[in-house]
């Protein structure tokens, strides 16, 4: 079974530059999470999708974060326009919809970097 | 509200010795935890979870975590480190909700570098 993969792996841009992180979570799991971990900081909860319905966001740090998961599969990220503090590590993690399956399987992250 | 503090950004170990990382939560319910751990250019893996059921779990690699409720601690540790065990290792305790979904709140992480 594939875990949950992430793309790119790296990304490197500009500040004011667009960019969008893609995910695939473990097949047929419903719950796809986003989290992040500025340099230093902890690993923060972003947001939460169940299928292809955004059930939480509330640890999106402003506008300029925009997430969608198509038809309930993958899922993407963008951030527009990047700023400095935006840089980190980008982490996405999936579950089944279970009330007792409480883990989440995490993929390698996304690293960015705003220059 | 939940919250994880683990004691130590970064801990050295020789080979061979016991590995001891500490984590402390806060909950306000009987807390799911977990530890994941990070190997250098790779994502998150997880080392093992406490659900209520056994005290003292048994994780992968060779590392276990007690959970002691009258500490709200949830240690990691491991017998003899190998130079393999360097890595970040994250603790973290789960934030349940409704409609079969959680969060996971973490601590700031512990760096653990073995030496020969």
């Known amino acids: 079974e594939a875990g949950v993969t992430q793309f790119p792996s790296h990304s490197v841009i500009e500040k004011g530059q667009t960019v969008t992180l893609r995910c695939d979570p473990i097949s047929g799991h419903d719950n796809l999470y986003w989290y992040r971990r500025v340099m230093g900081k902890e690993i923060k909860f972003l947001l939460h999708f169940v299928k292809e319905s955004k059930q939480d966001e509330s640890g999106m740090p402003n506008n300029r974060f925009l997430a969608e998961r198509t038809g309930g599969t993958y899922s993407t990220l963008k951030v527009q326009p990047a700023e400095l503090e935006d840089s980190g590590v980008y982490f996405c993690?999936?579950?089944?919809?279970?009330?007792?399956?409480?883990?989440?399987?995490f993929g390698p992250g996304t690293r960015l970097l705003v220059l | 509200a939940q919250s994880v503090t683990q004691l130590g950004s970064h801990v050295s170990v020789s080979e061979g010795a016991l590995v001891l990382l500490r984590c402390n939560y806060s909950s306000s319910v009987p807390p799911y935890l977990f530890w994941y751990v990070q190997y250098p250019n790779q994502g998150l893996q997880l080392l093992l979870k406490?659900?209520?059921?056994?005290?003292l779990v048994k994780g992968i690699n060779g590392f276990e975590a007690e959970f002691k409720k009258s500490e709200t601690s949830f240690h990691l540790t491991k017998p003899s480190a190998h130079m393999s065990d360097a890595a970040e290792y994250f603790c973290?305790?789960?934030?349940?909700?409704?409609?079969?979904?959680?969060?996971?709140?973490f601590g700031a992480g512990t760096r653990l570098a073995v030496h020969p």
């Open positions: 993690a999936s579950s089944p919809r279970d009330r007792g399956h409480q883990t989440q399987y």
């Open positions: 406490y659900t209520s059921a056994a005290t």
């Open positions: 973290a305790v789960s934030l349940m909700f409704s409609g079969g979904y959680n969060k996971l709140i």
